[in-house]
């Protein structure tokens, strides 16, 4: 069966440019989380859905990201405009249950780099 | 403020030893841990879990250890090989938000 996949592996940006980073989960799983890893920070969540409905965005970093889930099998992660401490490698893992009940199912991750 | 993962950032092990790789967490009311592997590259990967109601559980090669009174948590890696070679994070269930700590690399030593 594929995996979480995940779109680009890899995007090199200008400052003030919008990326959009695309994530397929697996199917049949209803849960998606994007979560964003750094040297510093470490992993960090920043916006879970269930059944396609946004449930928690509070990691967020500002206004300048955004998330959709349109349908079951698709979301995006966008950022716009994007700056040089956005660079990192960001990562979609979906579940078919809500958190705390299962494993999450990681990506190969997005590894941003805005210059 | 609350914190997960105070754990040493690197582990050098000799192959065929038995690794033991250790996790710290300060909220009480976590109820739910998982052992995550990420391997260069990649993403991480699920390698075990455990319930709050528990204090071991053992799969392949690997055991957790849960001590809630101590709030520490354990992964034990027996006969160390190559392909362990990774950064392993815990990673705890506070309030349906799955929050990692920072990491351990673990290194294998032929």
Known sequence: ?115 | GESVGLHLPTLSVQEGDNSIINCAYSNSASDYFIWYKQESGKGPQFIIDIRSNMDKRQGQRVTVLLNKTVKHLSLQIAATQPGDSAVYFCAENRNEKLTFGTGTRLTIIP
Request: charged share 20%; hydrophobic share 35%; proline share 6%.
């Open chain 1, 1 to 115: 069966d594929a995996g979480v996949i995940q779109s680009p592996r890899h995007e090199v940006t200008e400052m003030g440019q919008e990326v959009t980073l695309r994530c397929k989960p697996i199917s049949g799983h209803n849960s998606l989380f994007w979560y964003r890893q750094t040297m510093m920070r470490g992993l960090e969540l920043l916006i879970y859905f269930n059944n396609n409905v946004p449930i928690d965005d509070s990691g967020m970093p500002e206004d300048r990201f955004s998330a959709k889930m349109p349908n079951a099998s698709f979301s995006t992660l966008k950022i716009q405009p994007s700056e040089p401490r956005d660079s990192a490698v960001y990562f979609c893992a979906s579940s078919f249950k809500r958190v705390g009940a299962g494993e999450l199912f990681f990506g190969e991750g997005s590894r941003l780099t805005v210059l």
